[in-house]
Each structure stands twice: as C-alpha cells, then as structure tokens.
C-alpha cells in the first residue's frame, strides 16, 4: 500500500513564526504536491515537484516555499506564519503521470 | 481558468436513502475526473473516469461521466452511516510538467442512524 506521511497532525504557532510541514512518502513517487483545504474552497494547490530539486507554483503559491532535497520528502515552509495561514495542509504523491494522487493523512495549523 | 463546481455543498440524510452527488467542470485539456471520500484524514481514492458513458461501480457507489454536457455524478444507495463524510470530485488536467488535479469545493454528506 502507499503511505504518505505528514509530521504533524496537529499545529499551532504564532504570527510571524517560520513553520516547516514535512511529507514523506515509500513508494518512489516522482511527483509530490502540497494542498490547503478550506471550508467552501475544497483543495487549492499551492506548490507541486516532479523532481527531486524541481518545484513548481500552483494557484496559491503567495507566503509560500518548499523543498525537494529527497525523492521520498517534500516539504512545505511558511517563512513568516500568518492568521490567514490557519488551515488545513495536506500532502499528495503520485507516479510520473499516473492520474490518481494518493494523500497524506493532513496537518491542521492554527497560526495564532 | 479552470472550474470545478460540486453540489450540494451538504445534505443531511437517512440510513437506507439513496443520494446523488454532482459536479460540473469546466476546464482545458480535460483528461479525466476523479472521485474522492475524505473522513477525519486523508482522502481516499474512489473512481477515475474518462469515457463518458461508462458507469464505475463499487458495491453501494456508483458514478457515471458525461463529457458532452461535462459533468459527473455519484450514486450512493442504501447508504450507511459510515458513508457520512466529504465527497471530493477532481478533474485531471494537463498543465506544465506534471499532471494536476482541479479540485471542487466538496459536498459534505452526513448520514442519520
């Protein structure tokens, strides 16, 4: 079975803070993406990598970076955590053009 | 830009009632749509579709695509508390290096014993 972890299940930090959300994932996936879910909005992405050291924006990449040093780990940082930064997190991986993603299990952050 | 437009945004239901789930797209380089069932952790997988017309079935779910009229829905008869949670419809568009999913904002179904 593919598992996609995030460190964290739960969150909090305060304004202004630096936040880093770690995923990994076993199965040898090029692709990996980083999603926020918000209620009414559904899943926006915010950045993907089809590559180790490779990135790409999605739609709401603003306050946003990552990084990709390892094929199994993708991270998400918040260089300076905002409120409207509260959210949910979730992390997806998949193969080389396969259409299904297959998620991590989310990381709720308050960001106080 | 690409649009993905789910309805309801929830329904409140009994056991043993059937539900109809929708959504409507409209994006470029439409390659396929997708069906997810989200509880308190990670969305699972559910149905791909491509081919209009085909229906997918797994035991109590079903879903069906009309790429003419672009939209999907999803069937759940007979439904079980255990079917309370948010339905997630993606559609898969070609856009850059990497295949991405166009999410809908979710319809959250709860279901009443």
């Known amino acids: ?112 | 830009e690409d649009k993905v437009v789910q309805s309801p945004l929830s329904l409140v239901v009994h056991e043993g009632d059937t539900v109809t789930l929708n959504c409507s797209y409209e994006v470029t380089n439409f390659r396929s749509l997708l069906w997810y069932k989200q509880e308190k952790k990670a969305p699972t997988f559910l149905f791909m579709l491509t081919s209009s017309g085909i229906e997918k079935k797994s035991g109590r779910l079903s879903s069906i695509l009309d790429k003419k009229e672009l939209f999907s829905i999803l069937n759940i008869t007979a439904t079980q508390t255990g079917d309370s949670a948010i339905y997630l419809c993606a559609v898969g568009v070609s856009s850059g290096s990497a295949r991405q999913l166009t999410f809908g904002s979710g319809t959250q179904l709860t279901v009443l014993p």
């Open chain 1, 1 to 112: 079975d593919v598992k996609v972890t995030q460190s964290s299940r739960y969150l909090v930090k305060r304004t202004g803070e630096k936040v880093f959300l770690e995923c990994v994932q076993d199965m040898d996936h090029e692709n990996m993406f980083w999603y926020r879910q918000d209620p009414g909005l559904g899943l926006r992405l915010i950045y993907f990598s089809y590559d180790v050291k490779m990135k790409e924006k999605g739609d709401i990449p603003e306050g946003y970076s990552v990084s990709r040093e390892k094929k199994e780990r993708f991270s998400l940082i918040l260089e300076s955590a905002s409120t409207n930064q509260t959210s949910m997190y979730l992390c997806a991986s998949n193969r080389g053009h396969q259409e299904t993603q297959y998620f991590g299990p989310g990381t709720r952050l308050l960001v106080l």
